[in-house]
């Protein structure tokens, strides 16, 4: 203790000792040289003070100079004295400045700018910072002129012991495997068990100064887990569970789970379920919930209550992953039993086969059965099934079945060659629930009868060339079947009866069953014939065998000395030497252009010379007639037609008048004989004129119109005034102001004209 006490003493007083060491050499020693002072404590510093007088004899500066120290935390009630300043030249007049700048100068530092102390104003704290880096100068007090050059100096902070140890990371976890025997915190129980208890909380202490009195402490939490190993097995909450399930699950379907509890965490509680023994081991799969770790048992076969009512199955849990050093605890796994009931469920009928497949000649009779279906209800109650047809799959009914006992029967023709398959559906409802209901597909395939002759491919015409050489191949030709044999098809060709001496053709029957056509001769000319028929039998080897006859026409045409075709025509012959077949088809299509535009011209000419001369039947009143044409004088008889001012319906015939009802009935008149375009126009004039005068029954061109049936049926009646058999003067026009605005300025027009005659 006294060796403690001696280190913090010295720790404490060693920068006074030091301060006035330094600062009480210089008061003694300005005597002897007022222009230099040393540090204090130093023999060399005056040895070099000796030779520098010596050898210099000039004056030089002295600063009382060292570092400074303070104490960290002072809290006196006066500031702390850090030091004092002075300089050589100061005589004590007080005519030298001291002048402090730099780190915290004039906050945290102040000095007196006459004795040169320096004071610590505030608290200072080492941990924030340590040290203090300042400027000294000595200035002449009325002048502010600097008295020597500026110079730094430090003032460091002492440490004292303020600050208890501190857990930087606090509070702490820590995780201990249970049942471990060493560790850095050590266990004081052997054999933890996470199961019984998971966390411990321990606070630690940590103290400076090894721990003596006065030195400070901190403290912190550490919460210690135990980390969970696999050292318990599954166990189920009950060794026997029961389920029941219909018969008629769907496959996959859950029907139970069952839990096996492991009082472990993590991967460490993972188990796996399996089935390890009972009677229905290939009926049901159990699988594994990776959430809750359940073991879900699902159907993998379908189930049927007629047949088998129950199963007991045996389940195993276990453990995935195994820690070996606990293996000498027992199996890491646990077994239970399982019983499932069966329950009976309404099942629809059920057919005796998943399809059928029926063959039916397409010459079958109608109402013959093709075949039969069958179906029965696996209930225990039986119920009768009635069968029929899905006509979606059956639209034009070709097909019938009993519906009692599924016999299919034919109800319309069938052709192979139309339709070689039928696919139907057959449907098998309950009788005593129409809800059950089950399909069967049907596939009818119709089988072949020969039934179709044989046939050209394709309507064959043959080209025989006129140099053409006797045995020289035609054609050949090809027939085609629509019925299919078994072995395929094969062919007869032959010639008919009367054609078999054909003197000019022969035929011949190739491997690949086709036929060739032959020339017996040459010399063909096509003026001579230019077309053969040559008729041909087709048969085929069906039972019963089917034959038909086509006519291959063989043209004769003129060809190159290669055997090219050039011309099939007779007409070729009389031709002129180089003119072609779309030359004269040229030359037809110019003359009837011609024959089309005199046509045109004709009807065009004939359409001007029409008269004007409005028809009895097309006979409409005051039509304005235009004339175009500019007149040229009493000799211009080309602008002006005469004939337009005749009438041939007058000429010829009696034209009754339509606007006036004549009171005698006058014989048709004879009419003037057609005048010519070059007679005096003002004589036939006069001559018309005078014809219209004595003619009442004439239709005069300038009459005036009267529409006797105006305002019929209206209460205003007529408003003509040519028919009218009153006067104006006899007429009162007042009820125009009452039919409306439309008719208020005509009344006003009729009643000033009234109000005029009174006046």
Known sequence: MPERLTEMLTDT??????????????????????????????????????????????????????????????SGPEPILVGRLHTDLDPGSSKIKYILSGDGAGTIFVINDKTGDIHAMKRLDREEKAEYTLTAQAVDRDTNQPLEPPSEFIIKVQDINDNAPEFVEGPYHATVPEMSVVAIIKTALPNMDREAKEEYFVVIQAKDMGGHMGGLSGTTTVTITLSDVNDNPPKFAQSLYHFSVMEDVALGEPIGRVKANDLDIGENAK??????????????????DAQTQDGIIRVRKPLDFETKKSYTLKVEAANIHIDPRFL????????????????????????????????????????????????????????PIRFSIDRHTDLERQFNINAEDGKITLATPLDRETSTWHNITIVATETRNHSQVSRVPVAIKVLDVNDNAPEFASEHEAFLCENGKPGQVIQIVSAVDKDDPKNGHYFLYSLL????NNPNFTIKKNEDNTLSILAKHSGFSRQKQEVYLLPIVISDSGTPPMSSTGTLTIRVCGCSSDGTVQSCNAEAYVLPIGLSMGALIAILACIILLLVIVVLFVTLRRHKNEPLIIKDDEDVRENIIRYDDEGGGEEDTEAFDIATLQNPDGINGFLPRKDIKPDLQFMPRQGLAPVPNGVDVDEFINVRLHEADNDPTAPPYDSIQIYGYEGKGSAAGSLSSLESSTSDSDQNFDYLSEWGPRFKRLGELYSVGESDKET
Do not use: C
């Open 271 to 288: 188990s796996s379920y399996d089935i390890i023994e009972g009677d229905g081991m290939d009926v049901f799969e159990i699988t594994t």
């Open 328 to 383: 000498s605890g027992g199996p890491f796994k646990d077994t239970a039993t399982v019983k499932i009931v069966v329950e009976d469920a309404d099942e629809p009928p059920v057919f005796s086969s998943p399809t059928y497949l029926l063959e039916v000649h397409e010459n079958a009779a109608l109402n013959s059965v093709l075949g039969q279906v069958t179906a029965h209800d696996p209930d225990v109650s039986s119920s």
């Open 497 to 500: 009866p009367e054609m078999v």
């Open 13 to 74: 007083w060693t920068p006074l000792i030091i301060l006035w060491i330094t600062v009480l050499p210089s008061i003694y020693m300005a005597p002897m040289n007022q222009s230099q002072v040393l540090p204090s404590g130093s023999s060399t510093g005056l040895k070099r003070l000796n030779e520098e007088q010596r050898v210099l004899h000039r004056s030089k500066r002295g600063w009382v100079w060292n570092q400074m120290f303070v104490l960290e935390e002072f």
